[in-house]
């Protein structure tokens, strides 16, 4: 499985942000794909996971109402809208694969992109 993570920036707070994460080498569909993040001196933490085929969502209390996570199966991409951000969403966000169901923990994920830094402006 190949991630490569694309959309990141320099926002100012309450503004949106789209991240998007171009997949391959899926075997099947029952993978769950979700967005991490970590900031510097923070360990990384689960944002939002969906189930590739099925569509079921999980976020973290910190993000949910103001982020979306959707894919677009035809396209191979995983997208995170990023709305309202806040300078706390400052971060490196990773893009992760995993076979089998929802997990929100990044140890439940062996496949990872190399990132892309979201920088939130007050």
């Known amino acids: 499985v190949q991630l490569v993570e694309s959309g990141g920036g320099l926002v100012e707070t309450g503004e949106s942000l789209r991240l998007s994460c171009q997949v391959s080498g899926l075997t099947d569909d029952h993978y769950a794909l979700g967005w991490f993040r970590q900031a510097a001196s923070n360990e990384r933490e689960g944002v939002s996971v969906?189930?590739?085929?099925?569509?079921?969502?999980w976020y973290s209390s910190s993000v949910k109402g103001r982020f979306t996570i959707s894919r677009d199966i035809a396209d191979n991409r995983l997208y995170l809208q990023m709305d309202s951000v806040k300078p706390e969403d400052s971060a490196m966000y990773y893009c992760a694969a995993r076979l089998g169901g929802l997990r929100s923990g990044p140890e439940d994920f062996p496949y990872w992109g190399q990132g892309t830094q979201v920088t939130v402006d007050s």
């Open positions: 969906i189930h590739w085929r099925g569509g079921t969502t």
